[in-house]
């Protein structure tokens, strides 16, 4: 009767890990709309994918953004000046700069108190941390270091190697063209189960780069959201070398021209503390 039992008990936990992993797999894959942007010196594509369930949507928008110069991604603080008090929209930010497309960074002021802060070619902070890093040099090029391998105090000397962008959010989730190991305990949860909106930004070579926001937490549009295991996925479909996660939640955002462009999980945008952003 106990071996019974057991064989029971190892048979229902199969198939209910069976379910789980199907549950993450959608029954279709679809790009719904395509909104393009054209300069002389930047070029966008925005596809808005549908990835279909079976009672729920998850949406979300990839931007391929090709540049001709390093200079065209930029940073910008909220109020203009590195603060634990500022926060405004994304749209804000972003029309104050003539952004062409903006969204939201690493929320640096939520807790001020962890990491490397560097934005722009200046260091606002140099303080330890357990997250990953993501470092963008003066050529436009990005890199990343894992939580296990950071060293203490690299601030200037990242600076002197000419980092000129650096976020404290993560984790990394494409690193060396391959995908990472997701830590199992981070600021946030890693599960391949956990759907949220997020925002994340990754790189094919120096001048093209590949952005992708999530919605999540509206019913009927984009239910829950997104997996970091897919967003994974995209990116390595994408051709990217490397790729990192920013802030989501409720402060998951994309601006092209100063109109929204995905449908945030509030009534309204959240405020942030700072955004990235691509400029002619």
């Known amino acids: 009767m106990k071996k019974l039992i057991s064989l029971l008990l190892a048979l229902m936990l199969a198939i209910g890990a069976a379910s789980a992993l199907a549950a993450t797999e959608p029954n279709s894959k679809t790009i719904e709309e395509t909104t393009t942007y054209e300069s002389d010196t930047l070029r966008i594509t925005i596809d808005r994918w549908c990835y279909a369930f079976n009672r729920t949507d998850c949406r979300?928008?990839?931007?391929?953004?090709?540049?001709?110069?390093?200079?065209?991604?930029?940073?910008?603080?909220?109020?203009?000046?590195?603060?634990?008090?500022?926060?405004?929209?994304?749209?804000?930010?972003?029309?104050?700069?003539d952004a062409v497309l903006a969204f939201n960074g690493d929320y640096y002021n939520y807790k001020d108190k962890y990491g490397l802060i560097i934005r722009n070619g200046v260091l606002y902070r140099d303080k330890p941390?357990?997250?990953?890093?993501?470092?963008?040099?003066?050529?436009?090029?990005?890199?990343?270091?894992l939580a296990a391998d950071r060293q203490e105090g690299m601030g200037q000397s990242y600076i002197d190697a000419g980092i000129v962008q650096s976020f404290e959010f993560g984790p990394l989730l494409v690193l060396d063209g391959e995908k990472t190991e997701l830590p199992a305990k981070y600021i946030i949860y890693t599960g391949d189960?956990?759907?949220?909106?997020?925002?994340?930004?990754?790189?094919?070579?120096?001048?093209?780069?590949?952005?992708?926001?999530?919605?999540?937490?509206?019913?009927?549009?984009?239910?829950?959201?997104?997996?970091?295991?897919?967003?994974?996925q995209v990116f390595l479909d994408a051709g990217c070398h490397i790729a990192y996660n920013l802030d989501g939640g409720g402060s998951a955002t994309m601006v092209l021209g100063g109109a929204l462009v995905n449908k945030t999980s509030g009534s309204r945008e959240r405020n942030v503390s700072d955004i990235l952003y691509f400029t002619d």
Not at 68 to 90: I, M, V, W
Not at 205 to 223: K, T
């Open 193 to 232: 189960t956990v759907r949220e909106p997020r925002t994340a930004i990754g790189q094919v070579d120096e001048n093209h780069f590949v952005v992708i926001v999530a919605d999540g937490r509206r019913d009927g549009w984009s239910d829950k959201g997104m997996t970091l295991q897919e967003m994974q």
């Open 129 to 145: 941390s357990t997250r990953d890093l993501l470092l963008v040099d003066q050529s436009g090029r990005m890199s990343g270091v």
């Open 60 to 97: 979300f928008f990839v931007a391929n953004v090709y540049t001709t110069r390093p200079d065209q991604l930029l940073t910008a603080f909220a109020g203009e000046a590195y603060s634990t008090k500022n926060a405004e929209a994304t749209s804000e930010i972003a029309a104050r700069h």
